[in-house]
């Protein structure tokens, strides 16, 4: 599996060319959850079971990173990369359920071939974390689609609001601009909490998909 991981993760940072998408930190970054265009909050809510045990698994993936919570201000250079890894991991992953790939109803996990939305979620993650985004403005997030079905999205936190990358399209689109009902996501002061994205979401655990197709 990991052979699988980094011949992919060399593919994904080839799309860099020369130029590195460097870290969006200090000057370049504003600081705290809010800005103007991004998900309003909730206060803190329960993970979900899928991700607890991802983190049991793997710790290191999970881990507060030193920085705190960053919104960066990304170039043209950095958005485009953004998009690149978002349509790369769309078209190397095939979509698939947790039942189908792992015999479980519910697994979190970077994919080898296959993978249901949560496992494309979590690669793009590490691959732009990789290429020097801060991981406070990658954050796992739970909705429900239009048909109200659970689905795992990846949220962008920028310093111009929270954009939302998507297994079942490509191209990056504000989180504003969705059918999506949002319900939770990581906190970007700490990976391992997360934060309501209504009211009053769903508190159980359970499964975050229940259809692979996009």
Not at 76 to 102: F, G, H, K, M
Not at 174 to 191: G, H, I, M, V
Request: glycine share 8%; hydrophobic share 40%; aromatic share 8%.
């Amino acid at each position: 599996m990991m052979r699988r991981i980094t011949g992919a993760a060399a593919a994904v940072l080839l799309l860099a060319l020369a130029a590195p998408a460097g870290a969006a930190t200090g000057s370049a970054a504003t600081r705290g959850e809010r800005a103007p265009g991004a998900t309003p909050t909730f206060g803190r809510t329960l993970p979900p079971v899928g991700f607890v045990r991802f983190c049991g698994r793997r710790p290191e993936a999970c881990a507060a990173r030193p920085a705190g919570a960053v919104r960066p201000v990304l170039t043209a250079r950095q958005w485009e990369l953004v998009t690149r890894i978002n349509d790369y991991v769309n078209a190397d992953v095939t979509p698939a359920s947790d039942e189908d790939v792992y015999g479980e109803a519910e697994r979190w996990d970077y994919p080898l071939r296959r993978g249901d939305c949560e496992d494309y979620a979590l690669l793009k993650q590490r691959y732009l974390e990789a290429l020097g985004l801060p991981r406070s403005a990658l954050l796992l997030t739970v909705v429900l689609d239009d048909k109200q079905e659970g689905h795992a999205v990846l949220t962008l936190a920028t310093s111009e609001g929270d954009f939302i990358l998507d297994n079942r399209r490509d191209g990056v689109r504000r989180w504003s601009d969705s059918d999506y009902t949002f319900l939770k996501r990581q906190s970007q002061a700490d990976p391992r909490e997360w934060m309501a994205l209504a009211p009053d979401p769903p508190m159980r655990g359970g499964t975050v998909a229940v259809r692979a197709a996009r």
